[in-house]
């Protein structure tokens, strides 16, 4: 449902026109069913083994999600780890030998436990238990331990563990008593680095020192600022972290330890979403948010000039990791046609090697689309920024339907990077515009809490000036326009088919909140370090009681008058089942069409491909037959 990491951004040159796009017109595409889209293989996370030769990624290249290896010189990756049920995610190869962490939770529950592959095969559940939630928070800096956050002790809270690596004996290092988010640990074990959110937009740092039993806050500001820890110095001299005290953007800074004095790092024109250093200090690594994709900053940690890399195809880099040694450097790229692949790039050397190979074998990249960032002004002159997708198909000739799609959040971002989904849409003919209503990251303070309790409103309007914008392109069916989402995006959708049911043509709701009250009385307990923040967000469930109720779609679900469709995951915990079992209910008394399906092994979003074929064939079909295919209803003029 939310993101507790939110970044934004504002000020921009604003062009309001229609967009140009790269691919040849009326170029012939050819159409691909989804089970061809999700042989691409999904792959996440990069570590490198001790002696440097290997790399530990994730990867669902059977359907379930397990932990796989590659060597640094290229070869078909090797499966670690073969579950047939549960989502397994690689973490980390062990700093001196073979062992590896990863993590897995049962059907979707986000109980995550922490497991380690021993050298002869054999697993070891480092947090056994029931109903614990374990998050690995890194390496000592000899590698003779690493630090692990569970809330064990208490179901809110996350204590912070020391584990040995010979022998897992463990010590509890900081009890967690005061709803701190953990941070990162100072490599000489003094300093931890804690956040604590007021609100979505105004977070603090605290220091604590392990000799003393002493916390210390250290960002005391006025008015509303995000401070959040990235990283100490690898010297346990100072901690590195982002604010945007003072200015629309998040900026580096840092807080000598030994004087207490801020200094300015690092600035950028959006905001800096993560900066930390590599094993001994040689290089700082810097990511900025520029305008919905990720642009990569290597410094010289000692002259803090930026490091020389070979100029790499557009794209949304993730998972970058810097080897213990300093000397290569792994990443993940994606791009608008291209799904994430794994690279490794040897300082000093010429170009980055590809180590995967994920795209189906069944599908030409030619046959995919570019994206394009779009801007509208909405019903206030406020700018709202896209992520755009215009079939080859489309044109005056043969006008496409449209479909206005919503992020999750509130505060999430739409960004450019290979979409399954989105490209399986499009490649059948559907133009998709990603809003980032109001509200969402990436785009400053001003517009990130824009949209702070008017949920249901602001926001939604902005989804409705979306489909106006789509109405006014040559090339789109201005009667055929439906709203797609999942989580927040759900919420939204159905908040556009009850709040304001005559301007989408169809629904699609993955997992969406119908009933704000009881989606915020329901959270799961180890949200409880946000659960403040999230009432200053959205509203509080007794104190702004009423409020809630009128922009929760279940109450109005009367005034439903066009298909819907609703997925959701049996064992999601974020927002449970019966968010949308009521409002399949309600809806299905309105006699329109209504479409439900429950996935029983899934959670908050679906990670099997079984599930994903089946979902994603079933909206294709609804949207075909709902959207496509009806003589629809005029909709509202623009």
């Keep these: 449902m939310m993101s507790s990491h939110r970044f934004g951004l504002a000020g921009l040159a604003l062009v309001f026109a229609a967009p140009v796009f790269a691919a040849p017109p009326g170029r012939p595409s050819k159409q691909y069913a ?138 509890l290092f900081y009890k967690n008593e005061a709803g701190y988010d953990v941070g990162d640990v100072s490599d000489d074990g003094r300093w931890v680095a804690l956040a604590k959110l007021r609100t979505t937009a105004d977070s603090d740092i605290s220091l604590w020192n392990a000799a003393t039993n002493e916390t210390k806050l250290i960002s005391k500001h006025e008015g509303v600022a995000n401070y959040s820890p990235e990283a100490f110095d690898p010297a346990s001299k100072a901690l590195y972290y982002t604010t945007n005290d003072g200015s629309e953007f998040s900026r580096v800074k840092r807080y000598d330890l030994a004087t207490g004095k801020h200094e300015e790092v690092e600035r950028a024109d959006w905001d800096v979403s993560f900066t930390y250093f590599s094993h001994n200090g040689r290089y700082r690594v810097t990511g900025v948010n520029e305008d919905g994709r990720t642009v990569l900053r290597i410094h010289d940690a000692k002259t803090d000039r930026l490091v020389p890399v070979p100029k790499l195809p557009a794209g949304e880099i993730s998972s970058v990791r810097i080897s213990r040694s300093e000397t290569k450097l792994a990443f993940q790229l994606n791009g608008d046609r291209a799904p994430n692949n794994l690279y490794v790039f040897e300082f000093g050397g010429k170009a980055p090697v590809r180590l995967t190979d994920t795209l189906s074998k069944d599908i030409d990249p030619e046959d995919l689309v570019e994206a394009q960032v779009v801007r509208f002004p909405s019903f206030d002159g ?6 755009f997708y215009k079939p080859h198909q489309a044109s005056a000739q043969a006008k496409a339907p449209a479909l206005v799609w919503v992020h999750g959040g509130p505060g999430g971002q739409t960004r450019r990077s290979y979409g399954a989904s989105i490209q399986f849409l499009v490649n059948h003919g559907y133009v998709v515009l990603g809003i980032n209503n109001r509200g969402s990251s990436g785009y400053g303070k001003t517009f990130f809490i824009a949209d702070d309790k008017k949920h249901g409103h602001e926001p939604l309007s902005d989804c409705v000036a979306g489909r106006k914008y789509l109405q006014g392109l040559p090339y789109v069916d201005p009667d055929r326009i439906g709203i797609l989402g999942g989580s927040y995006g759900g919420y939204m ?16 709701d993955l997992f969406g909140i119908s009933n704000w009250v009881r989606t915020l009385e329901s959270i799961p307990k180890w949200w409880e370090s946000q659960r403040e923040a999230l009432y200053q967000e959205i509203g509080d469930p007794v104190k702004d009681r009423e409020m809630l109720l009128a922009v929760s779609p ?17 064992n999601d915990p974020r927002v449970i089942k019966p968010e949308s079992d009521d409002i399949v209910a309600a809806a299905r008394k309105n006699g329109v069409a209504v479409e439900y399906i429950v996935f029983s092994d ?33 909709a509202k003029a623009a």
Excluded: C
């Design 602 to 634: 899934e959670g908050h979003g679906f990670t099997k491909k079984k599930n994903q074929i089946e979902g994603w064939k079933a909206i294709l079909e609804f949207l075909d037959k709902h959207l496509k295919g009806a003589i629809a209803t005029p």
């Design 493 to 508: 959708t159905l908040a556009a088919l009850t709040l304001q049911p005559d301007e989408f043509a169809v629904g699609i």
């Design 34 to 171: 989804i089970e061809q889209f999700l042989a691409t293989t999904s792959i996440s996370g990069a570590s490198f083994s001790a002696d440097e030769k290997r790399i530990l990624f994730s990867s669902n290249k059977t359907g379930i999600i397990n932990v796989y290896s590659v060597a640094v010189t290229g070869g078909e990756p090797v499966a670690l780890t073969s579950s047939t049920t549960d989502t397994t995610v690689a973490v980390s190869y062990f700093p001196k030998d073979d062992r590896f962490l990863y993590t897995r939770d049962k059907a979707g529950d986000e109980k995550n436990h922490l497991f380690v592959r021993e050298r002869d095969g054999s697993e070891k559940d480092l947090t056994p238990g029931e109903n614990l939630k374990a998050i690995f928070a890194g390496w000592t800096h000899d590698g003779d331990a690493f630090y692990l956050q569970t809330n064990e002790r208490d179901s809110r809270f996350f204590d912070l563990y020391r584990y040995d690596t010979n022998g897992y004996a463990r010590k």
């Design 382 to 387: 406020m700018a709202i920024p896209n992520i």
């Design 554 to 570: 279940l109450f109005h679900a009367d005034r439903i008058k066009k298909p819907l469709m609703v997925l959701q995951g049996a």
